[in-house]
């Protein structure tokens, strides 16, 4: 074990809190570490919502870059955020055990919940379910780490923002004021994290395979099938979750349109022997129903943004 791994994070704090886990994992099973924090353009561009910087990945492109010139060798990224086609050259090393699925609103009172508001999030799956729930209220746009996008919260007038659950625990930043979104369907592989090593270094994949928690790896890869089968390339107001629970996977997915006014939706129980096609299945399900119609209006309405 002589050789030392480069991890590569983007810099944020929950990301480095993230790859620090990696670190201190591989440590104790007797590897030496080197952290190599990278700043993406999804971190340094703030004023435009993801969607219409027109790729996916945006977050973990320029780690993708750093590992195939040999900068480092493996990266560690929060799932949701990850492309489910990966570069030519890089492979899934692991899967950790999955935290916290759920989003929550963190607010400034809940009054005006029955009455008009105004919610913050950068995610299209969000304000989609959102204004599902609440078509009186508006969504704005919100950028940034989780650090900036409390900041930003905490000096507006916006009523509250959305976040993932998972983010704010892991560095100890969960509020008092939030509401569990027990009805939102997070998006596919929230609250998982992803190593990812290139495909031709052994040691690296058997190191990073060591940390790898096979139902998280499961269930996400069902959730990103059916995403990636919805979607095919296109950012989609998508949400996905997969539970394993005894020897069945339960499943509950949908579609919906930007706006919030239509909803495709699916939940399905299989034997968890039966895993394999799963997330596909699902997905062909509300393409069939209707939502192959919904994706092309979807696509066209961000390709005129």
């Keep these: 074990m002589s050789r030392k791994i480069r991890i590569g994070t983007r810099d944020s704090e929950l990301a480095l809190w993230q790859a620090n886990t990696v670190k201190n994992a591989l440590e104790a099973l007797g590897y030496e570490t080197q952290l190599i924090p990278v700043k993406s353009q999804g971190d340094l561009v703030l004023d435009k919502p993801l969607y219409e910087f027109g790729i996916t990945g945006i ?110 625990e892991r560095i100890n930043l969960k509020p008092e004021s939030y509401v569990d979104l027990k009805w939102m369907i997070p998006a596919p592989a929230q609250g998982a994290m992803l190593i990812v090593a290139k495909e031709e270094d052994d040691f690296c994949r058997k190191a990073a395979g060591a940390l790898n928690h096979e139902r998280s790896q499961i269930c996400v890869h069902i959730e990103r099938e059916f995403l990636r089968t919805l979607e095919g390339g296109c950012t989609a107001p998508i949400g996905a979750l997969a539970v394993i629970e005894g020897d ?38 509300i393409l069939e129903a209707g939502g192959a119609e919904l994706m092309k209006e979807i696509k066209a309405s961000i390709n005129n943004l």
């Design 59 to 168: 977050f973990t492109k320029t780690l993708d870059v750093a590992m195939l010139t040999n900068e480092i060798d493996i990266a560690v990224h929060s799932m949701k955020d990850v492309p489910t086609a990966l570069p030519k050259g890089i492979v899934e090393a692991a899967v950790m055990k999955r935290a916290h699925t759920q989003d929550i609103l963190v607010h400034k009172g809940t009054d005006f919940l029955n009455e008009e508001g105004i919610i913050a999030t950068g995610s299209l799956r969000r304000k989609a379910q959102w204004l599902h729930k609440y078509p009186n209220h508006e969504v704005v746009d919100l950028r940034g780490n989780v650090n900036t996008r409390l900041q930003k919260l905490q000096d507006s007038d916006w009523n509250g923002a959305i976040f993932a659950a998972a983010g704010l």
């Design 248 to 285: 069945k996977i339960k499943f509950h997915g949908a579609l919906f349109s930007v706006d919030g006014s239509q909803k495709f939706e699916v939940r399905k129980y299989v034997e968890l022997s039966q895993k394999d096609g799963f997330g596909k299945a699902c997905a062909r399900e």
